[in-house]
C-alpha cells in the first residue's frame, strides 16, 4: 500500500504534463498532495532536532528518575509544579550555551578561560569531573539493576558490560552515526509517559497540583525540592549543548574558529526549536514520572523510594507489569544516553582547560586528552560498584559538587552571554538576562541546601 502511494506520488507530476491540466485536476483528487505536508512537516521539525534535544533528554539519566520517583513516593503531586517552573529556567540558560557555542565557535570552557582566566576554570572542570564521576558510577549501578529486573544476570557482569559497549562506542563510532544515535535513544522517554497514564492517576489532582504550587516548608519538602531543582538543571548539561553546537559545525565543513563565528537569524531560529524543544521533553518526563508514582506509590504508603529500579519494583504491583516493563527499559536506554553526555561534558571541559583539541569528531589519536578524560571517568564510574559506594551516597557527593560548581559557571554564562563585544547582535536580552539571574539565585541557594544534606 505504503509502494503505491510514493509511486502515484512520483508519477503525480509528470502525468500532469502529459494529460494538461484538466485531467491533472482529476489526477489531483486522486493524489491529494496537500495531504502530504503534516508528513513533510514533522520531518523538517525532526531534521531541525539535534543537540537540544539529546541535552534535554540526557537530563532523565537514571538518578534523575529515581529523584523524580522519590518526588512522586514521598510527597505525592505536591511538587508536579516543579516541571512547569524548572521549564523556562532550564530552556533558557541552555539557549544561551548554545548561544554562545554558535556565536563564538568554541566551546563553554575555552570561552570561560579565554574571559576569566585559567584558575575558575580548572577549579570548576575538576568539579564537573569529580559530579560526573560519581553520577556516572551511579548511573552505570543503576542500569545493571534495571537490566536484572528483565533478565538475570550477575551484577559484575552488566556493570562491565554496559561500561564497555558505551567507551566502544563513543571513541570508534563517526560522529554522524553517533550523534543519530543519541536522537534517536532520547524518543525512549516516551515510555515514561505511557507508564504514568497505564498508571491511571486521578487526572483532575494532576492538574491541579501541577498549575497550583503546593510548598509546606518542612525540612523534608525543602531538602527534595532542591533535589529536584539540582538534578533538573545541572553544569553537565551547559558544557555538552555548547560544545556539541561546534561538533555539529565541524561536521558541516566548518573546521576552524574563523569559519565557525556568527551565526544566521535562521541558524538561531533553529536552535531555539531545538533547545526548547529538549527541554520541554525533559521536563515533560519528570512531570510523568512523578505523576506517576504519586498515583501509585504515595496513595499506598511506598515512600521509601532510592534507586529508579526500587520505582520500577514498586510499581508492578498495583500498576501492572506494562508499567513496570517501561520503566525498567527507560531506565536502560536513557543509561545509554545519559552515561556518554556526563562522560563527554567532562571530557570537553578538561581538554579545552587545558587547550587540546577534543570533540567527538576526532579520532582517537588525534584527541588523547579529549578520549582520556570519558575513559577515565568511565573507569573510575566502574570501580564505584566494586568498592562498595552507596549509590545515593554517590549522588549525595554528586549534588554536593554540582551544588558548589553551578552557580559559579551559571554567572559566567550570564555575563559572557550579555558580552556585547563577544555576543554582537545575538547577547543577552532583558528576558534572558532576568531569568539568568533567578536562576543564579535558586542555584546558590540549593547549593547550599545540597552541602548542608551532606553534614
Known amino acids: 500500500m505504503k509502494k503505491r502511494i510514493i509511486e ?51 537530563d532523565d539519566d537514571p538518578s534523575g528518575i529515581a529523584t523524580y520517583s522519590q518526588a512522586g513516593a514521598q510527597n505525592g503531586f505536591g511538587l508536579l509544579w516543579t516541571a512547569a517552573f524548572t521549564f523556562p529556567l ?17 566551546g563553554l570552557a575555552a570561552n570561560i578561560r579565554l574571559h576569566f582566566g585559567k584558575k575558575i576554570l580548572y577549579f570548576s572542570s575538576l568539579l564537573l569531573f569529580a559530579a560526573n564521576t560519581f553520577n556516572i558510577g551511579a548511573d552505570i549501578g543503576a542500569m545493571a539493576n534495571a537490566v536484572q529486573l528483565l533478565v538475570h544476570i550477575n551484577t559484575a557482569v552488566l556493570v562491565v558490560a554496559s561500561t564497555t559497549l558505551i567507551l566502544l562506542m563513543q571513541i570508534f563510532t563517526p560522529y554522524s552515526k553517533y550523534a543519530r544515535y543519541l536522537k534517536w535513544l532520547a524518543l525512549v522517554l516516551f515510555a515514561y509517559i505511557l507508564s504514568a497514564i497505564l ?52 561536521a558541516k565543513g566548518k573546521l576552524t574558529i574563523e569559519s565557525r563565528r556568527g ?6 531560529r533553529n ?34 523510594i532510592a534507586t529508579a529500579a526500587q520505582a520500577a519494583q514498586a510499581l508492578r504491583p498495583f500498576a501492572g507489569a506494562a ?82 560548581v553551578a552557580p559559579v559557571i551559571l554567572v559566567l554564562i550570564v555575563l559572557i552571554a550579555r558580552n556585547k563585544k563577544t555576543m554582537g547582535e545575538w547577547r543577552n536580552g532583558k ?13 546558590g541557594l540549593s547549593g547550599i541546601a545540597a552541602i548542608i544534606s551532606l553534614f
Not at 532550564?90 to 568554541?106: D, K, N, P, S, Y
Not at 520541554?280 to 498515583?295: D, G, K, R, T
Not at 528576558?431 to 542555584?443: C, N, P, T
Request: proline share 4%; charged share 15%; glycine share 10%.
Open 90 to 106: 532550564m530552556a533558557v540558560v541552555q539557549e544561551m550555551c548554545a548561544r554562545v557555542g554558535l556565536v563564538t565557535g568554541r
Open 8 to 58: 502515484r506520488t512520483i508519477e503525480a507530476p509528470a502525468q500532469m504534463l502529459e494529460y494538461g491540466v484538466e485531467s491533472s485536476q482529476k489526477l489531483a483528487k486522486k493524489v491529494p498532495l496537500a495531504s502530504y505536508q503534516p508528513l513533510k512537516k514533522s520531518r523538517d521539525y525532526w531534521n531541525t532536532l539535534g543537540p537540544g534535544l539529546t541535552t534535554g533528554a540526557s
Open 271 to 304: 536552535m531555539r526549536i531545538d533547545v526548547w524543544s529538549g527541554m520541554f521533553l525533559s521536563n515533560l518526563v519528570m512531570f510523568f514520572i512523578i505523576a506517576a508514582c504519586a498515583s501509585v506509590l504515595y496513595t499506598h504508603g511506598i515512600t521509601d
Open 263 to 268: 551565526s544566521s537569524p535562521e541558524e538561531m
Open 431 to 443: 528576558f534572558s538576562g532576568f531569568f539568568g539571574w533567578i536562576l543564579v539565585m535558586l542555584m
Open 199 to 250: 498508571a491511571h492517576p486521578n487526572w483532575g489532582d494532576v492538574a491541579r497540583h501541577a498549575i497550583i504550587p503546593h510548598i509546606y516548608w518542612s525540612k523534608g519538602e525543602f531538602l527534595l525540592l532542591t533535589a529536584v531543582l539540582g538534578t533538573t538543571i545541572t553544569p553537565y548539561l551547559f558544557f555538552w549543548q555548547t560544545s556539541q553546537e561546534i561538533d555539529e559545525a565541524i
Open 323 to 404: 508499567t513496570y516493563y517501561l520503566f525498567a527499559l527507560g531506565i536502560i536506554g536513557m543509561g545509554l544516553l545519559a552515561i556518554p553526555v556526563l562522560a563527554g561534558s567532562s571530557a570537553y571541559a578538561i581538554s579545552e582547560s587545558l587547550g587540546k583539541r577534543q570533540g567527538l569528531n576526532s579520532k582517537l589519536k588525534q584527541g588523547y586528552a579529549f578520549y582520556g578524560v570519558i575513559i577515565i571517568s568511565m573507569l573510575v564510574g566502574l570501580a564505584l560498584n566494586f568498592i562498595g559506594l552507596n549509590p545515593i551516597k554517590a549522588l549525595i557527593y554528586s549534588a554536593v559538587a554540582n551544588g558548589i
